[in-house]
């Protein structure tokens, strides 16, 4: 299984990015797919998760409004439009699939990428 993501980068305050995750390896569209992120020091959080059932999403609260999680079955790829960014977005991006609850908890998953680098600048 590889998880490869891209379209990280360096991006000013209030800018967007869109990131892609490319899944190769397993059945796609009966993975819940999530974005977790780790910024320096600290520990890797949940940013969003869509639901392969019923394409339900949910998000952290600090990205509600401003993150969009999606995915295209037909392409194996999951992505996270990613607008309005602060400084304190500034992370490595991981995708990461699950099969079963695809909750919050990183522990859930069963594989992950390599992640994306993204920095807002202020």
């Known amino acids: 299984v590889q998880l490869v993501e891209a379209g990280g980068g360096l991006v000013q305050d209030g800018g967007s990015l869109r990131l892609s995750c490319a899944a190769s390896g397993l059945t796609f569209s009966i993975y819940n797919m999530a974005w977790f992120r780790q910024a320096p020091g600290q520990e890797r959080e949940f940013v969003a998760v869509?639901?392969?059932?019923?394409?339900?999403?949910y998000y952290r609260d600090s990205v509600k409004g401003r993150f969009t999680i999606s995915r295209d079955n037909a392409k194996n790829t999951v992505y996270l439009q990613m607008n309005s960014l602060k400084p304190e977005d500034t992370a490595v991006y991981y995708c990461a699939a699950d099969r079963s609850a695809g909750g919050t908890n990183l522990a859930e998953y069963d594989y992950w990428g390599q992640g994306t680098q993204v920095t807002v600048s202020s």
């Open positions: 869509i639901y392969w059932s019923d394409r339900n999403t």
